[in-house]
């Protein structure tokens, strides 16, 4: 079990943006072979060739064409692989559709790198996240019913996300977990206890109507 911690305006703004954006949204991997974001009117042989291949609602053999990218629902990506973070499930690739300059992937403190030694960050997104790289999916409605219901109970001047990852997935920790990972991480010093003191994050800025998409 393994706590992380995040601003909480930073991630309920990237919830809030999936949620205005239906039709922009991009599937999780997961999401990506499961037989639920099957389209439509997919033809009748394949769907059958892919359920009869599948395992537990899942198909690897599932193609862009087999999908209804439409399906996706509202949330945010949490994603272990350079750290742990989380960006938003909206794709960048069309101008003027996000305002920007906005953080579209906001790390945890306890991997970002402005709280680390030099060659630390792998080691800490192994502790949280565990030695393979992958990506959760976490609904909107998720992030600001924990967000809301931990301000309520902690009071912070700075509200924070806190979230707990463990085998059975991602939850909002208890209160009094909550209460001792806090104190546990102001005798540390990360950084959310002086907000982007050590650098400024990263921005990314949509580009203008003659620009190339960002990737």
Same mark, same amino acid.
């Given at each position: @079990?393994?706590?992380?911690?995040?601003?909480?305006?930073?991630?309920?703004?990237?919830?809030?943006?999936?949620?205005?954006?239906?039709?922009?949204?991009? +599937? !999780?991997?997961?999401? $990506?072979?499961?037989?639920?974001?099957?389209? !439509?009117?997919?033809?009748?042989?394949?769907?059958?060739? *892919?359920?009869?291949?599948?395992?537990?609602?899942?198909?690897? &053999?599932?193609? =862009?064409? =087999?999908?209804?990218?439409?399906? !996706?629902?509202? #949330?945010?990506? *949490?994603?272990?692989?350079?750290?742990?973070?989380?960006?938003?499930?909206?794709?960048?690739?069309?101008?003027?559709?996000?305002?920007?300059?906005?953080?579209? $992937?906001?790390?945890?403190?306890?991997? &970002?790198?402005?709280?680390?030694?030099?060659?630390? %960050?792998?080691?800490?997104?192994?502790?949280?996240?565990? #030695? &393979?790289?992958?990506? +959760?999916?976490?609904?909107?409605?998720?992030? @600001?019913?924990? $967000?809301? %219901?931990?301000?309520?109970?902690?009071?912070?001047?700075?509200?924070?996300?806190?979230?707990?990852?463990?085998?059975?997935?991602?939850?909002?920790?208890?209160?009094? %977990?909550?209460?001792?990972?806090?104190?546990? @991480?102001?005798?540390?010093?990360?950084?959310?206890? &002086?907000?982007?003191?050590? !650098?400024?994050?990263?921005?990314?800025?949509?580009?203008?109507?003659?620009?190339?998409? $960002?990737?």
């Amino acid at each position: @079990m393994a706590i992380i911690s995040f601003y909480a305006e930073k991630i309920i703004a990237l919830a809030k943006l999936s949620e205005e954006n239906p039709g922009h949204r991009r +599937l !999780a991997t997961e999401q $990506a072979y499961s037989l639920e974001f099957l389209r !439509a009117d997919l033809d009748p042989a394949r769907r059958a060739e *892919l359920e009869a291949k599948a395992e537990d609602g899942f198909c690897f &053999d599932i193609e =862009d064409g =087999d999908r209804d990218a439409s399906k !996706a629902p509202s #949330g945010v990506w *949490l994603v272990g692989d350079q750290g742990v973070y989380i960006m938003m499930n909206v794709s960048m690739r069309e101008p003027g559709l996000i305002p920007g300059p906005i953080e579209h $992937a906001v790390q945890c403190f306890e991997t &970002d790198t402005r709280n680390l030694q030099p060659g630390e %960050q792998f080691d800490a997104k192994t502790r949280i996240f565990g #030695g &393979d790289d992958g990506v +959760l999916f976490l609904p909107s409605d998720f992030i @600001m019913a924990v $967000a809301a %219901q931990q301000q309520a109970q902690l009071k912070l001047e700075t509200p924070l996300l806190l979230l707990e990852i463990d085998e059975a997935g991602v939850s909002s920790p208890w209160r009094e %977990q909550a209460e001792t990972y806090l104190a546990e @991480m102001r005798a540390k010093d990360l950084a959310f206890f &002086d907000p982007d003191s050590k !650098a400024p994050p990263k921005l990314w800025t949509p580009p203008g109507p003659d620009e190339t998409p $960002a990737p």
